[in-house]
């Protein structure tokens, strides 16, 4: 019975010992991995590859490893040798769909169109709620200029991961070049919302700030070959979006906006848009997430600066100067926006 128990004893010591060597190798792996990282952001990507082949070497059973150095090949454009590391993550048990996103990109950078699209496919097939393979397969379509096709994939994404921002940002250029402002301006101000990248925040926001400027004013400089008045018969236009146009020029009209437009006054437009658009019962008409979110903001009294926040980089002293008179309705809208930021039902 003694050497029973001494030999107990001995197991489980062995087991604990091994459990903390083990622990102690994955967080020297995790270590090492943040160097690499690092390596890869300062363009040094084969000591980032080294780093990482000894991180696998103490943690071989993360596919996090093995993918990073996949990430090093692709950003040093050495995509055969990413090719080679993702096709092998393709069996792996932690493979997630960024593995398939990776290995199709790299393939569509060697000119292997065909087959990347046949990797995002069999990627979907797997991961059917996947935004970024949504995207990806959107995205050639749009290469191939079937635009059709791209505008099909990514809104089909976004019925099936609608919280991923990348989409709606894509949606929201393609309107644009589709000339429909309107809808365009909606998609955006969805990414703006979704999205936690803060480069792309900032190039979303003057986007829609340069949009509303330029269309509802029409000024001489105007880069944009349409305006809200939808004028261009040539194309085909929904109701929501005539009636969206209609009750803007009106307000802007009452508001004697003529050949500039100021952020305060944008403010001001979109608030009293708000208003009447649910005065008219166009909300129930035409639902909208986005004008719900909205009308919860106006509700709240915090309407004004989400707007100041929304198109802050088109106008970022004036912003700047509105911020700082309020501070009070900031913090008001930081706080709200911890539990309630816009976000859509998971599927």
């Keep these: 019975m003694r050497k029973l ?58 596919i996090l490893y093995p993918y990073e150095i996949a990430v090093a090949y692709y950003e040093a454009e050495r995509y055969d040798d990413a090719i080679i590391v993702l096709d092998s993550l393709i069996k792996h048990p932690q493979c997630d769909d960024q593995v398939y996103q990776l290995l199709g990109n790299s393939l569509d950078y060697i000119g292997n169109k065909e087959k990347a699209n046949l990797i995002y496919n069999l990627g979907l097939k797997k991961f059917p709620h996947s935004g970024r393979l949504y995207m990806e397969l959107g995205a050639i379509e749009a ?29 929201a250029d393609q309107y644009f070049i589709q000339e429909r402002p309107i809808l365009s301006l909606i998609s955006m101000e969805v990414f703006l919302n979704l999205s936690n990248n803060q480069s792309h925040f900032a190039d979303g926001s003057a986007y829609i700030f340069d949009i509303i400027e330029d269309c509802i004013c029409k000024l001489d400089s105007c880069d944009y070959p349409f305006d809200f008045k939808l004028s261009n018969r040539n194309k085909t236009y929904l109701n929501f979006e005539y009636e ?44 909208n997430p986005i004008f719900t979110y909205q009308k919860e903001l106006l509700d709240n009294g915090i309407f004004d600066v989400y707007s100041y926040w929304i198109f802050s980089e088109g106008a970022p002293e004036e912003t700047g100067k509105w911020m700082s008179a309020h501070q009070e309705d900031l913090k008001k809208f930081i706080q709200f926006q911890q539990s309630n930021r816009f976000k859509f039902k998971d599927k």
């Excluded at 802007?252 to 708000?274: H, P, T």
């Design 5 to 62: 128990v001494i030999l107990l004893v001995f197991v489980f010591s062995s087991t604990l010992l091994f459990a903390q060597v083990s622990n102690a190798n994955k967080n020297k792996a995790k270590q090492l991995t943040k160097q690499a990282i690092e390596c890869i952001n300062n363009s040094q990507t084969q000591k980032a590859v080294n780093l990482l082949k000894e991180a696998q070497k103490l943690d071989d059973i993360s």
């Design 143 to 171: 290469q191939n200029e079937n635009f059709d096709e791209s505008m099909i994939y990514w809104a089909e994404g976004t019925q099936m991961a609608p919280n991923f921002a990348p989409l709606h940002y894509r949606i």
């Design 244 to 287: 969206y146009a209609e009750l803007i020029e009106i307000i802007a009209n009452d508001m004697g906006i003529k050949k500039s437009l100021n952020l305060a006054q944008i403010v001001k437009l979109r608030k009293e848009f708000i208003k009447a658009w649910y005065a008219k019962g166009n909300q129930e008409k035409y639902p």
